[in-house]
């Protein structure tokens, strides 16, 4: 099925270097592949480069559309038509998921709990309104959480239930393969071996599918993942090296079910860089701040104070001390305009308290 105006068919990179996960595994055309790898030229470093998974796609990009080409088609061969999901207010896989799945003829239901009001958080607000999202605010996390695990399993037997930031063991498949492109990209000479790639840990399947990918493709890169949300729900792990670990032997388990010719591997746990946090989940920091800025006013890339801004801070900081190393930085934000979109949005169709949250003053760009 043909999703989006510039989407493509290109086949994913993992099935080539595996082909008996081909017709195991579903997917769905809803990105265009390969993103872009270049250069940053002007920040001063000389052997920086990016990854543009800000433009999988020209409706809504980031790092979720490589997820939800695996997801969308699970739910579609399980005859599922109803997705439930949570995040943050601003959530952009919740954004991702309603957009995509829309298209598909699936109800998408977003569990939602409050995080620091930024412009992306008010742009996704009115987007969910947009793209006809049920909205069910929690407020706290807490909350929403136990809705998902509980209380909506008791009254939504039927529905499909993706994890936050759709890092499932499917949707985790996404950036597995997205390594398996990255090597055809350093073998075709677009960018040099990296010896380092950071990426963002918020809900840790795309640090699990990077992980893996490394090492089934073979490639001798270190991975860094900032983190960017908190690693523990009150007393439970929710977060931390150990669920991402947990997460790539069950990915790595899957895969070699579905293909016993995959390589015997040991599992590592991925490096965690857990000091550019700040307050916590949303919450701007002032090196996410130099970071969003110098990318924007230097390089014309947009980034959130969410997830991508820290991580570029924590590449900005190890760029400094390892000048000599090629590093890689996974941009995984949306760079689509969204602006008209949301111009056109009549907000009284969102629940009365996010009303209150779009009308609430503005904490960060």
């Avoid at 039927?158 to 985790?172: D, Q, V």
Wanted: net charge positive.
């Amino acid at each position: 099925m043909r999703l989006g105006m510039s989407e493509n068919k290109h086949c994913p990179e993992i099935f080539k270097a595996y082909p008996g996960l081909e017709n195991k595994i579903d997917w769905l055309p809803i990105g265009s592949f390969p993103t872009p790898v270049m250069k940053l030229e002007r920040l001063g470093f000389e052997k920086l480069w990016i990854k543009r998974d800000d433009l999988t796609s020209n409706i809504y990009g980031g790092n979720k559309i490589r997820k939800l080409m695996f997801i969308l088609a699970h739910v579609q061969s399980r005859n599922k038509s109803h997705i439930i999901t949570p995040g943050g207010i601003g959530t952009n896989h919740g954004l991702a998921t309603t957009i995509f799945a829309k298209q598909l003829g699936f109800k998408t239901t977003l569990l939602l709990f409050h995080q620091p009001v930024t412009a992306n958080v008010k742009q996704n607000l009115a987007l969910f309104a947009r793209h006809g999202a049920v909205l069910l605010y929690k407020k706290t996390l807490f909350k929403a959480m136990l809705w998902y695990y509980f209380v909506c399993r008791i009254r939504y037997p039927g529905a499909y239930f993706l994890y936050p930031g759709g890092s499932n063991i499917i949707g985790t498949i996404g950036y597995v393969n997205a390594v398996f492109e990255l090597k055809e990209q350093i073998k075709n000479g677009l960018l040099p071996m990296p010896e380092t790639i950071f990426c963002p840990f918020g809900s840790g399947g795309t640090l699990a599918g990077l992980s893996l990918g490394l090492r089934l493709a073979g490639l001798p890169t270190s991975l860094l993942g900032v983190q960017v949300s908190m690693s523990h729900l009150g007393p439970f792990p929710a977060v931390t090296a150990g669920t991402v670990r947990d997460l790539i032997k069950k990915t790595y388990l899957y895969l070699k079910r579905m293909d016993p010719g995959l390589p015997e591997i040991t599992i590592n746990t991925p490096a965690i860089l857990d000091t550019y946090l700040g307050d916590g989940y949303g919450h701007p920091t002032a090196a996410c701040s130099k970071a969003y800025g110098l990318m924007k006013n230097r390089e014309n890339i947009q980034l959130d104070p969410t997830y991508t801004a820290k991580t570029f801070a924590a590449v900005l900081d190890y760029c400094q001390s390892n000048r000599k190393n090629t590093v890689l930085f996974w941009n995984t934000y949306n760079s689509v305009d969204m602006t008209s979109e949301e111009d056109c949005v009549n907000i009284h169709r969102l629940p009365v308290q996010l009303q209150k949250c779009l009308e609430a003053k503005t904490v960060y760009y």
